[in-house]
């Protein structure tokens, strides 16, 4: 798709909903794979990662400290 809007489109979405959807591709793989599993932080949901998901760090390692995942 070119566009946002396109998939938005296709999708039959909001175009807001989809940018908010699509940041989340970028998550660094262990914390998807955390999520998978269950072993998530207790508070984060995903209606949380969706809300928040535009002001998600593109590093990896902001994002675990940011989502609780640190060390």
Same mark, same amino acid.
């Given at each position: 798709?070119?566009s946002?809007?396109?998939?938005?489109?296709r999708e039959k979405?909001d175009?807001?909903e989809?940018?908010r959807?699509?940041s +989340?591709?970028?998550l660094a793989?262990?914390?998807?794979?955390?999520?998978l599993?269950?072993?998530?932080?207790i508070d984060?949901?995903?209606?949380?990662?969706?809300r928040?998901?535009l002001k +998600?760090?593109?590093?990896?390692?902001?994002?675990r400290? +940011?989502l609780?995942?640190?060390d």
């Amino acid at each position: 798709m070119a566009s946002v809007h396109q998939i938005a489109e296709r999708e039959k979405r909001d175009a807001s909903e989809i940018s908010r959807i699509m940041s +989340l591709a970028f998550l660094a793989p262990d914390i998807v794979t955390t999520i998978l599993a269950g072993c998530q932080p207790i508070d984060l949901t995903a209606d949380r990662l969706k809300r928040m998901s535009l002001k +998600l760090p593109i590093r990896w390692e902001q994002q675990r400290a +940011l989502l609780g995942f640190a060390d």
